[in-house]
């Protein structure tokens, strides 16, 4: 008896996190802007969470997250901004999330991790609930 195998090929750039997102970084006085483009899971929170942690240790005592393009997030992203939440806690800052897709936002919801975060419709808003 046979069973049909589905597989998948892997090419070798698959594994670049790269292909799976993109990070733009900018300096806004003590804070720094990533906006986020594609998914938030196991392939790019590692990256994702290196980023935010070197800006935190740059002196940046808020970060803010733009979601406009993030299509996905996983238990290992919410690991990533729930981690950074504590180091930033450490030093009284804080991580905002703008633009928030209607189901990441039912995703931190539902796993209790929403009252974490402040959440702004747009950066502009975010940076001027800082200043």
Known sequence: MSLDKRERTRYPDELNTEKFMEIRTEKQGNSTIFSLKG???S????DVEKRILQAISEGSSHIILDFAELDYISSAGIR????????LEKNR???FLTSVPKPIEN?????????????????????????
Do not use: M, W
């Open 39 to 41: 998914r938030l899971d």
């Open 43 to 46: 392939q790019t929170s590692t």
């Open 80 to 87: 990533v901004l729930v981690h950074c939440h504590k180091e």
């Open 93 to 95: 800052g804080k991580i």
């Open 107 to 131: 995703v931190l919801y539902i796993t209790g991790f929403l009252p974490y975060f402040k959440i702004y419709e747009n950066q502009a808003q975010a940076i001027k609930s800082i200043s």
